[in-house]
Structure formats: structure tokens, C-alpha cells
């Protein structure tokens, strides 16, 4: 199961009193992801509870401050610990020059093995697969180069224990073949199709969207997903500037959420001009009704129906 936590909704450089910079966390199967690190996402961690040795995995969507100027603060403190567990920061290209130079001049040698791997500008691949989950990036469309994340969960297919032993198959070496191989030949020569005597699961996915403009990129990698995050930094009322400056609205992300056909959206990355976001929610529902505004340190899960747990020290919804 996908668990995430919205730790940070606002946009631009600096935090207010109710919404820090950019930034998300992941639970998988064991693991802790992170999505972005604006200026304070340390902070926001510790409320959400979690420890940052935890991370195994950050993603950087670009280089604006808002979305990486928690980054080299928060390496720096893994050094602290004495931290010896491997990391990977994966983002867009400049992103080894701005770790690596601001490691070196604040005199921080890092205590881990650390790598950082730039995504190609333009491109659509594979960060990681493994046999639990699939980590996907696909290039959008901002002023500097910008990525979006899709993370998968990867569950087993079920089988049809009637129809498997009506087959003559038992638990054991042929059972575990047609797994890996997705048929198998029996001693009698027959063969025998996965999709014959198994249903694969659904796959649990979220898709966490970098600051872009609406684009083909943007709606394909979000295509069919449980869960969308996607920035809605101005309302409509301010379409004009969301088009000069390669930003979304709450319409535009609606729309990408429509056009994907997501399972949900969630709203965030947010302009400080506004004091409240109803008009934008509103904005949204109208095109996609299945939109809610990201509330940050709210942990939540997929699949649906959602366990909606707030942090601990922060108390009940």
C-alpha cells in the first residue's frame, strides 16, 4: 500500500504561517521516498514523523528554490548522524553542481554514499523498478527544465485456484515459472497462459507533478492514476500570468485530472496571494468534481477507501 503525506502546498519562495514550501513523503512497502525538499522540509519531516535516516530515495522535480532549497540542509544533517545506509537524489540536470558545491563550501563531507542522477531534459523513462514498486518520470513544461513522478505499486496477479488444479498444476516449481514467464509448458506438452488461471490486481499509483504548464507529458504520465498532485498555483482569475510564467491553474489541473481519468486530484503548490482557496477548489470541482485541496501533514492511503490519519502530534481532523 502507497501511504503519503503532503508536507508542503505553497508556492514561490518563501513559507507563510500556514503553508511551507514544496515537499511530499512516501511510504512503500517499507520504504520512504521524498518528492521535493523546499526551505524547512526537515521540520515538516519530524511532524509527519518521520525519520529522515528512513529516506532511501529524493526526487527533485527542478531547481527552483521553493522545490530544493531544503535539499543540501537536509544531506548535511544525514552527515550529522552519521547516517551509513545509500541514498539516490534524482532530479534535473545542475542538480550534482548545486549539492555537491554547497556540500563543499559549508565543509560537509558526506558520511554515506550518496548519488545523484540527472534526468535528460525532454525524456520520459524509468527511475527504478524493483519487484514491489516502479518509479516513472516524464519531462513537463515550466521555464527551467521540469519532471513529474509517477510511483507504482506492483502486486502479484491472483490466481484461480479451482482452475489451477483443474489444469494439473500444483504450488511448486511450474506454478513459480508461469509467474516469471507469464506461460508455462506442462509435461504433457500443453501450455498454460497466466491470464488463463490468474487476475492481475490493480496497481496503486500516485503521481506527484512539478510546476508545468498543461501539456501531452503531463496528462500521460498521470493517465488512470489512483492519486494526482498537481500544482494549481493561480486561479483563473489570473490565467494571463499561469500562461507567461509556465504555471498551472486550478482549471488547467482539473482538466489534466479529467483528461487522465485519474481517480483523484489534490490540489496544492499555491500563490501566497491568496488567503483562501475555496475559489480555487471551486474552480476545479466544476471540471473534475473528485478534486480536494492537499491538507499538509495528512497522512493518507491507496487504494481507496482512504485511512485519513493526521500526525499524531497534531491531533485528529
Request: glycine fraction near 8%.
Amino acid at each position: 500500500m502507497i501511504h503519503f503525506c503532503v508536507l508542503g502546498t505553497a508556492a514561490g519562495g518563501a513559507p507563510t504561517l500556514e503553508r511551507a514550501p514544496a515537499a511530499v513523503v512516501v511510504r512503500i512497502e517499507g520504504e520512504v521516498f521524498l518528492f521535493d525538499c523546499g526551505e524547512g522540509t526537515q521540520r515538516q519531516l519530524i511532524r509527519a514523523g518521520i525519520s529522515r535516516r528512513k529516506l532511501g530515495l529524493i526526487a527533485i522535480t527542478h531547481l527552483h528554490g521553493d522545490h530544493v532549497l531544503g535539499l543540501v540542509p537536509l544531506l548535511a544533517s544525514m552527515s550529522s548522524d552519521r547516517r551509513s545506509e545509500p541514498l539516490l537524489v534524482v532530479g534535473p540536470p545542475g542538480l550534482g553542481e548545486l549539492i555537491w558545491t554547497t556540500l563543499r563550501l559549508i565543509d560537509v563531507q558526506p558520511s554515506f554514499e550518496l548519488e545523484v542522477r540527472e534526468l535528460v531534459p525532454k525524456t520520459a523513462g524509468t527511475v527504478l523498478e524493483t519487484g514491489r514498486w516502479t518509479l516513472r518520470y516524464a519531462a513537463v513544461e515550466h521555464t527551467v527544465p521540469s519532471f513529474s513522478f509517477r510511483l507504482e505499486e506492483r502486486r502479484p496477479p491472483v490466481f484461480d485456484m479451482e482452475r489451477v488444479r483443474a489444469l494439473g498444476l500444483r504450488p511448486g516449481r511450474l506454478l513459480g515459472e508461469l509467474k516469471r514467464h507469464g506461460e508455462v509448458t506442462l509435461p504433457d506438452g500443453r501450455v498454460v497462459r497466466l491470464h488463463e488461471v490468474a487476475h492481475h490486481q490493480p496497481q496503486p499509483s500516485l503521481v506527484y507533478c512539478g510546476d508545468t504548464q498543461p501539456c501531452d507529458a503531463d496528462i500521460e504520465l498521470a493517465r488512470g492514476a489512483d492519486v494526482l498532485l498537481h500544482e494549481a498555483t493561480f486561479s483563473e482569475e489570473h490565467g494571463e500570468l499561469a500562461r507567461r510564467t509556465l504555471h498551472s491553474t486550478a482549471a488547467d489541473a482539473a482538466t489534466v485530472a479529467a483528461q487522465a481519468g485519474v481517480g483523484e486530484l489534490l490540489l496544492l503548490h499555491f500563490s501566497t496571494r491568496y488567503d483562501t482557496l475555496e475559489p480555487l477548489l471551486y474552480e476545479a470541482r466544476r471540471i473534475f468534481p473528485r478534486t480536494r485541496l492537499a491538507r499538509e501533514l495528512r497522512w493518507e492511503a491507496i487504494p481507496t477507501p482512504r485511512e485519513v490519519v493526521e500526525s499524531p502530534s497534531l491531533g485528529t481532523a
